[in-house]
């Protein structure tokens, strides 16, 4: 199992990456694709039409969103923490996850890094 952390800087202020991250309607906007999600610990959420399916864990408003991605029912819990922080040209990202399989690890991050990552770039770079 490897870990993976990546620094992104996003030209907007903390609170409004948050609500990107956290709201439905906004994470479709930048994902594309059919999401279900509800801010409120405990609720599953699926992104990509299923590509990526978990349970959101912990939420603080403008700074930190943690949650549980699935990979299948034999792996240990893979925790993704996203901090936000304030930085002079908007927000500096930090998304950390733990667990990964080896197996999966280049396919996976290589993903986040274009889709996930890449795709809330692409949304704030477009406002």
């Known amino acids: 199992m490897k870990t993976f952390k990546k620094y992104e800087y996003l030209p907007a202020p903390p609170e409004e990456v948050y609500l990107a991250l956290?709201?439905?309607?906004?994470i479709q906007l930048w994902t594309g694709a059919q999401?279900?999600?509800t801010e409120e610990p405990g609720?599953?959420?699926s992104f990509w039409d299923g590509d990526i399916v978990g349970k959101n864990i912990e939420f603080e408003y403008g700074k930190r969103i943690v949650q549980q991605w699935y990979?299948?029912?034999?792996?240990e819990p893979s925790i993704v923490t996203i901090k936000l922080h304030a930085d002079k040209k908007?927000?500096?990202?930090?998304?950390?996850?733990?667990?990964?399989?080896?197996e999966d690890y280049e396919?996976?991050?290589?993903?986040?890094q274009e889709h996930y990552l890449g795709g809330l770039q692409d949304f704030f770079e477009e406002e």
Do not use: A, H, R, Y
């Open 71 to 75: 990979f299948g029912e034999e792996n």
């Open 35 to 37: 999401v279900e999600f």
């Open 90 to 102: 908007g927000t500096s990202l930090e998304f950390v996850q733990t667990n990964i399989p080896d």
């Open 43 to 45: 609720t599953e959420f």
């Open 107 to 112: 396919d996976f991050t290589g993903g986040i």
């Open 22 to 26: 956290t709201k439905e309607q906004s």
